[in-house]
T-cell receptor, first 114, second 110 residues
């Protein structure tokens, strides 16, 4: 039982390049989330998927797209990377969007855009 | 979601109890108190959560005041591996996001 797995762990991109961050969970959770973490800013929600087939914007969605491929997988795409997107990205999942359902996080993807 | 206030840093001696306070004076009736921690370079780890009653699990205890305006996370016997940033969050169903603030950086010292 691996929990939440993110790939890759590290990535360096040039401005304008695109890439997809992958996330998979094996806990049969319905809801999945993408956060970014920047120094002094805490974690900020980019997008979330309450259930398979649905996605919604979070606090900072500009410059990103997401795909809920199936119940297990939720990917985050940067179409044209910018230096402002240099950050650590965390994927999380929860059994549901119910307030009594804790989030479980992966160990992050460290992205640098030059 | 209600805002929380935590001290930026705390120290604790190894083997002693670590008591981490959190103020959430604007909490509303349907908001839960959640605690997560983040050990350097890892993703946040869920610790415990509660609505109004005190809660205990294998990791920690959560004490919520009767008026729910503050809470304390207790690590009963802190170890060096408990050194981390601890986040207190209040959350309800109506909110679209779990918002992480600055947290408390706990340093457990030998």
């Amino acid at each position: 039982n691996a929990g939440v797995t993110q790939t890759p762990k590290f990535q360096v991109l040039k401005t304008g390049q695109s890439m997809t961050l992958q996330c998979a969970q094996d806990m049969n959770h319905n809801s999945m989330y993408w956060y970014r973490q920047d120094p002094g800013m805490g974690l900020r929600l980019i997008y979330y998927s309450a259930s398979e087939g649905t996605t919604d914007k979070g606090e900072v969605p500009n410059g990103y797209n997401v795909s809920r491929l199936n119940k297990r997988e939720f990917s985050l795409r940067l179409e044209s990377a910018a230096p402002s997107q240099t950050s650590v990205y965390f994927c999380a999942s929860s059994l549901s969007r119910n307030v009594n359902s804790p989030l479980h996080f992966g160990n992050g993807t460290r992205l640098t855009v030059t | 979601d209600a805002k929380t206030t935590q001290p930026p840093s705390m120290d604790c001696a190894e083997g002693r109890a670590a008591n981490l306070p959190c103020n959430h004076s604007t909490i509303s009736g349907n908001e839960y108190v959640y605690w997560y921690r983040q050990i350097h370079s890892q993703g946040p780890q869920y610790i415990i959560h509660g609505l109004k009653n005190n809660e205990t699990n294998e990791m920690a205890s959560l004490i919520i005041t009767e008026d729910r305006k503050s809470s304390t996370l207790i690590l009963p016997h802190a170890t060096l591996r408990d050194t981390a940033v601890y986040y207190c969050i209040v959350y309800n169903n109506a909110g679209n996001m779990l918002t992480f603030g600055g947290g408390t950086r706990l340093m457990v010292k030998p």
